[in-house]
Every structure is written in C-alpha cells, then in structure tokens.
C-alpha cells in the first residue's frame, strides 16, 4: 500500500511527542558541540564524536515534551525542530583553557549521552582562541523528505 501524505505528516508529529526519544517529560536530550571533525550520519554513535571542553562550555538541555512540528513550504520537507531553550543554543568563552580549539558541528545526545539522535556539521570549523567568543547554533531542525517510498 502506497501511505499518503497524512501518514508521513502524522509520523513526524509522534516523533516530536515521542516521550522515548526527543521529547521526554524529565530528562531531556542535551545538544553538544564536537571539537573533531566527524561525519554526520544514521549510525552516528557517541564514539564518532570529541566533545568540546573550553571554559564556559556545557551540554545544553533542550526543553523538556513535545517539540515543534511543521511543513517547509519551498521543499516541502516535514520538519521537527527542538524548541530552543532560554538563552538559545549558544556557548561563550569564559576562559583561556584548551584555547585555541576548533569547533566542527553539534549533536544531540538522549540525557545520559549513551545515543545520539542527530548531528549537523558547521559550513566551516569554528576556530576558539579568546574570549568572550560565541559558537550559536540557530536551530536543531530534523528535516524529513517524502519521496513517495519507506
């Protein structure tokens, strides 16, 4: 059987209330930043990636149930954006520590870090190397294309 449209549209409203991957009710997925380069793709695991650790860096909590759902209207792409936490996906130098340090992509991990659900790589690496300089992240949109076939 052919699925329709609705079928697609409804899978990516579950994922975006799924309570057993992104949108938990405690404990919610973190989104990170690796300073390696890595390859984003569908067996990423916590091993493919080098975790940054300059002075004012820590995993971002996203906001805890469901997230935002949506259509793009030029690609027709389901979307599934995390909603962005106070203070928006971004990281400030506080300090001189493992400067200078690049920075390739971000990744989102569960809570505990054991699985990843994504990853994106910057245009280019982001290169540390004083203080207060920022790494921001605009969104952490999954981007889903019907192509008329599962």
């Given amino acids: 059987m052919q699925p329709t449209l609705e079928i697609f549209n409804q899978l990516t409203i579950l994922l975006a209330a799924d309570t057993a991957t ?21 067996n990423n695991v916590p091993a493919d ?3 940054a ?28 954006e995390m909603k962005i936490p106070a203070g928006g996906w971004r990281w ?12 390739f992509g971000a990744y989102l991990t569960d809570n505990a870090g054991a699985i990843v659900f994504g990853a994106a790589l910057f245009d280019g690496p982001i290169t540390l190397d004083n203080l207060p300089q920022v790494v921001e992240v605009g969104s952490v949109t999954f981007r889903f294309r019907f192509n008329g076939v599962f």
């Fill in 53 to 80: 650790d300059f002075d004012g860096y820590a995993p971002i909590a996203a906001i805890v149930g469901a997230q935002n759902v949506g259509v793009d209207p030029l690609t027709q792409e389901r979307l599934v």
């Fill in 22 to 42: 992104i949108a938990p009710a405690a404990n919610p997925p973190k989104l990170k930043l690796s300073k390696a380069a890595f390859t984003p793709n569908q």
């Fill in 92 to 103: 400030v130098v506080t300090g001189l520590t493992n400067l200078p340090q690049q920075i």
């Fill in 49 to 51: 990636f080098t975790e």
